[in-house]
């Protein structure tokens, strides 16, 4: 291997020339401590920036044991030598050198969620920190000083403070992996405590801002205490016991005035299927992992779905056994994401009324007489809710402020008064009891059929041009996959764009996976078994420096908004 200063010869031998000469960089070099690899360099100063990553041998990282002895601790040690760096580059780094991006060194950065990343690894084998570098150039001509202090003098002084456990502060290191490893545990005992969500006393749910993740500031924000009749407790490896809302399986609502926290609180249990930082304050709300949220989303495509359990007998009898649409209406698009989730096995699915069809949720007794049930195609939720449950084993958890008439279907309902959360089932039960809605149940005997589908494999088509494979995440929402751009933002559990960019990879993986007689939910399901065994390098099979795991269900979200898509109904 070449040595750190054969590196600085190079970097001065092509001080000068055309930016391609930057490629004869490539390759890996030994530092003191460390070893730097160059692994792909770009093509010109405005390209995307060059990817690099640096090993540090075990003896040398000397990370004990604990930081990384469970699959959880190893996650969040992975994340928290991510943000080390992250925070080191922001100061070490001296940007702007030159044209284009020539200065910046920059690795992928995590928000409030500790997702698996390929930014960073650890493990008894040492430490990997993955990470970009804009190579710097004054117009087309390498700047090969700028570069020499880039690599040889501000790459090893971020390495100094991210690689290598005497570094670290090492209480917050154990904070960030023993907070995951509860949160991990937590999430793991809901299903035999017969729970689907806890949230935890003591948590702070309001966010800063309606794009800011940050927790509301202290002084503002009402910690969450949970009502006695719903309280329970947990026994974690490192917190202790923990009490706080055990949300049971079956049919919850959440109602309360408008501007009492309802949303707030049903947005806080849809992101329990991610951990979270320390002092994030949501650090012990979790969600059954696969818990999926509902909307309306007119405008969508759908591909060959059967809807007919909430939706049939459509005008000029349009079929709804394998209903197509290029633009759906509110009501189609929430029903077919309910089946869509369902097909790709959802066990908890979160619904506000904030984000819903009214016509999916509610056909109250009024509207009944006025327009009788044939003339109206649309089952509405409430009539399905309990079969789901009791058929499908399925919970919902529902933000009403609106509607009494689901008293008559909820195991269980919580009032938020001035964002604390009361029970208050036995009141709606007397509620329902004595002003009687009245309303006809349409729901039919049975909840109805999931018809499995196979993606056809031409239909997945990441190409573009000459380009075999072209995907461009922009953001969190949006994703260029091919010649097409998939609309990702109703899908509200992805949070992180390099999760966007790790569903567009494992699309082209589910591409080639298909043969137009597997199932996408079999599909689905061997992408999670790749990345459980060999972690997104395996599913992509070169590696890559942001990517963030994602779960199957966002990964079908996004085949089934991919407009190209077709599919084969099984029968
Ligand atoms: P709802 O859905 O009941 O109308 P939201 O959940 O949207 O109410 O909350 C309304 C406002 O109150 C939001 O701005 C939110 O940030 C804030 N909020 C929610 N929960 C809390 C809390 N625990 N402490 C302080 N503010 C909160
Ligand atoms: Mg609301």
Not at 271 to 279: C, D, F, L, S, T
Not at 418 to 445: F, I, N
Not at 534 to 542: E, K, R, Y
């Amino acid at each position: 291997m070449k040595s750190a200063d054969e590196l600085r010869s190079l970097l001065h031998s092509v001080d000068g020339k055309g930016y391609k000469a930057y490629k004869d960089i490539r390759g890996c070099y030994r530092f003191d401590s460390f070893t730097l690899c160059i692994d792909h360099v770009q093509g010109d100063p405005f390209a995307s920036p060059s990817r690099l990553h640096v090993e540090v041998a075990p003896e040398a990282a000397a990370f004990p044991e604990w930081t990384y002895k469970s699959r959880s601790r190893e996650i969040a040690a992975r994340d928290y030598l991510t943000r080390r760096f992250d925070a080191a580059a922001r100061r070490i780094a001296a940007g702007n050198r030159g044209t284009g991006k020539g200065g910046l060194i920059e690795i992928d950065r995590p928000g409030q969620e500790v997702l698996e990343r390929t930014s960073a690894f650890l493990s008894s084998r040492g430490v990997e920190i993955r990470f970009f570098c804009g190579l710097p150039a004054f117009g087309r001509r390498i700047a090969g000083r700028h570069a020499v202090e880039m690599l040889l003098e501000e790459v090893p002084a971020i390495v100094a403070e991210a690689g290598f456990f005497s570094a670290l502060d090492r209480d917050a290191l154990r904070e960030h992996v023993e907070t995951a490893e509860d949160a991990d545990t937590l999430r793991s005992s809901l299903e035999q405590r017969g729970l689907v969500a806890f949230v935890a006393d003591g948590s702070v749910l309001p966010r800063r801002s309606g794009i800011d993740q940050r927790p509301m500031k202290a002084d503002a924000a009402v910690p969450f205490e949970s009502p006695q009749s719903l309280r329970v407790e947990f026994e974690l490896p490192n917190r202790g016991r923990v009490s706080g809302l055990g949300v049971r399986s079956g049919v919850t609502l959440i109602v309360g005035g408008g501007y009492h926290g309802k949303s707030t609180l049903l947005a806080a249990i849809e992101r329990g299927v991610y951990n979270h930082i320390p002092k994030d304050g949501r650090e012990l709300v979790v969600s059954d992992p696969s818990t999926f949220t509902i909307r309306a989303e007119d405008g969508r495509r759908i591909e060959k779905t059967s809807i007919t359990p909430f939706i049939s007998g459509l005008p000029g009898g349009r079929d709804t056994d394998t209903f197509e649409s290029e633009d759906a209406s509110g009501s189609t698009s929430q029903a077919a994401n309910i089946i869509e989730a369902l097909e790709v096995g959802a066990k908890t699915l979160l619904i506000d009324e904030d984000t819903s069809a009214t016509n999916f949720m509610i056909r109250d007794h009024r509207m009944q007489e006025l327009i009788h049930d044939t003339d109206e195609p649309i089952t509405p939720f409430i009539d399905k809710v309990r079969q789901i449950h009791e058929e499908l084993g399925v919970s919902t958890i529902l933000v009403l402020g609106g509607s009494g008439d689901y008293f008559d279907v909820a195991d269980c309902v919580i009032a938020m008064r001035e964002y604390r959360p009361e029970e208050v089932t036995d009141e709606a039960r007397r509620v329902a009891s004595k002003l009687q809605t009245e309303r006809l149940t349409e729901g039919g005997d049975a909840f109805g059929s999931i018809v499995p589908r196979s993606p056809a494999p031409e239909s997945i088509d990441p190409r573009k041009g000459k380009r075999d494979v072209k995907l461009k995440a922009q953001g969190v929402n949006s994703l260029g996959f091919g010649a097409h751009m998939v609309d990702l933002s109703a899908v509200s559990q992805l949070v992180d764009p390099s999760q966007t960019r790790a569903v567009a990879h494992a699309m082209v993986y589910v591409g080639r996976a298909a043969d137009g007689r597997r199932s996408l939910s079999e599909l689905v399901a061997e992408v999670e078994t790749v990345m459980e065994e060999n972690g997104l390098d395996g599913l992509t099979g070169t590696p890559h420096a942001d990517l963030a795991a994602f779960r199957g269900l966002e990964l079908a979200a996004a085949l089934n908004r991919l407009r190209t898509l077709r599919v084969k109904q099984r029968k």
